[in-house]
């Protein structure tokens, strides 16, 4: 929506300019006047469409009456229709050459849109008519220098100096910022400095008044999806097909770029719904399709490293991530997904070293500093008990599993089962296997295992003593009997 105050400024203008005619001129016209008055009340309303119709319908009841089109003309300026606005301005020289206000504004717009030689023949005739014209001279000013500076921005392009080139264009854009060709060389510096940004900002301002241009939207298109913006460079492809749907060069981008954001949208949904195994095995399907756009292909990779890690699987994840760190040496999250599946695997010196070198890159990064205090905690518990060796189950096993080597250990090291001083080596087993059913079974003494704290250490609580907390494997009732079974 354009604000209103532009609308109330050009009006403002507008009512200056007319003022200046001689009221005679004015062909009286109680019809056309009464749609202008309704246009204006519209207008402050911020109706611009319905507006519009009425100064269309003044300028149906007198179509030879130059004022009723610069009044639209104007109107058209005000709401940002420049091509509306440029047609009716030429009616009204045509029914008027001497109109002064009406040249001037054409003059600026032409101006606008790099078209000097048109623009350059408009503030000459206002300047015949009125040397002093202040809009006019100051526009028939500026057109040499600007035609001076546009061969410098061309040169500088074609000798490749492309920074200095930006420079050049940048300024002439201020005076010509319309003008599409200047704006698609800056694009395509832009591009070639690796501005992608930049350079898609510069391409949609033209497509806002090219609006057709195929070849536009595949540039869009493919400079979304270099920067990773699958979703945006689908949405700029679909504008190409929506004027051609047979443009062989946007339909083949399209079909691609469909089946990569198909892949990344399924990785996503998976990682949302913390199935990690489906997730890597989406990332190594999809890894084949990208090997040039290093975006896209780093994003895939990112996806699988993660993946891997948080599904335990410690190889594959470590190989992924420095996969990842191949395209990207100073990527974080690469290095704390890395430090995670060594510390699957208990090598809490690598993981140490990755969370290490993720700090020396970013040293607020919360998320290294927890991960590197959790690292050093686990290796020094490392040296004490370990729940997941005493039971022999993997750092991921699920509780049916930790209830099933417990068992089978417990029915194995059950004290009755022993005489003599073996009994008292039974006893001390049993009860480290009683410790870590009682911990890896219970999600929060679980949780605190895992970030390095051991529950049951003494040194940090009360400590684990299963004759303190009304469990005594060898008291009466004991489930642990030569005839026993295990909840």
């Known amino acids: ?36 008055q309704l246009g204006r009340e519209l207008l402050a309303q911020g109706m611009y469409d319905d507006a519009l119709s009425h100064y269309h319908a003044a300028v149906d009841a007198d179509p030879y009456n130059y ?41 600026n717009l032409l101006l606008k849109q790099g078209k000097l030689d048109e623009a350059h ?8 008519i009125d040397p002093m014209n202040a809009d006019a001279n100051h526009g028939y000013g500026i057109i040499e220098p600007l035609r001076r500076n546009m061969q410098v921005a061309y040169e500088m392009v074609y000798d490749r100096n492309y920074h200095e080139a930006i420079a050049v264009l940048t300024q002439l854009l201020q005076d010509v910022p319309w003008d599409t060709k200047l704006r698609a ?80 949208k399924a990785i996503q949904n998976f990682i949302n719904e913390g199935n990690y195994i489906d997730c890597a095995a989406r990332a190594e399907n999809a890894l084949p399709l990208e090997a040039k756009v290093f975006y896209i292909k780093h994003l895939i990779t990112s996806k699988q490293c993660f993946c891997l890690s948080k599904a335990g699987k410690a190889t594959e994840a470590i190989k992924a991530c420095d996969a990842v760190l191949e395209l990207k040496s100073d990527d974080i999250d ?62 991921n096993a699920g509780k049916r599993e930790i209830l099933k080597a417990y068992r089978k250990l417990a029915s194995k090291w059950h004290p009755d089962n022993f005489q003599g001083d073996e009994k008292s080596v039974a006893e001390k087993k049993f009860i480290d296997i009683a410790a870590a059913k009682e911990v890896l079974t219970d999600p929060e ?34 489930p642990f009997t030569f005839k026993f079974h295990f909840s």
């Open 67 to 107: 004022l009723t089109y610069y009044t639209r003309a104007t109107v058209y300026l005000a709401i940002g229709k420049v091509v509306s606005a440029l047609k009716d301005l030429t009616k009204v020289i045509e029914l008027k050459p001497d109109f002064s206000a009406a040249r001037v504004q054409r003059g």
């Open 185 to 264: 060389m800056r694009a395509e510096c832009h591009e070639m400095v690796g501005d992608l940004m930049s350079s898609i900002s510069d391409l949609r301002q033209i497509l806002k008044s090219q609006t057709e241009n195929q070849l536009r939207y595949l540039k869009l298109s493919e400079l979304y999806y270099e920067i990773g913006e699958t979703e945006e460079a689908l949405n700029a492809i679909r504008e190409c097909l929506r004027y051609d749907p047979d443009h062989k060069g946007c339909f083949a981008h399209y079909k691609h770029i469909k089946k990569i954001a198909g892949h990344l």
């Open 1 to 36: 929506m354009v604000p209103s105050f532009r609308i109330l400024i050009s009006l403002i203008y507008l009512v200056k300019e007319i003022a200046d005619v001689k009221c005679d001129e004015w062909l009286h016209n109680p019809e056309v006047d009464r749609h202008l």
């Open 121 to 128: 023949i408009d503030f000459e005739n206002v300047l015949r």
């Open 445 to 478: 003494k679980r949780q605190k295992f895992d970030n390095g704290e051991d529950p049951l250490d003494p040194e940090s609580q009360q400590g684990f003593n299963p004759f303190q907390q009304g469990f005594n494997p060898f008291e009466r009732g004991s």
């Open 334 to 395: 690469a290095l704390c997904d890395k430090a995670e599946a060594y510390i699957s695997i208990e090598n809490y010196g690598e993981a140490i070293h990755a969370y290490q070198k993720a700090i020396s890159i970013d040293e607020h990064s919360q998320k290294a500093h927890d991960g590197l205090r959790r690292a050093q905690k686990l290796e020094k518990q490392s040296k004490k008990r370990n729940y997941y060796n005493i039971l022999g189950v993997k750092r």
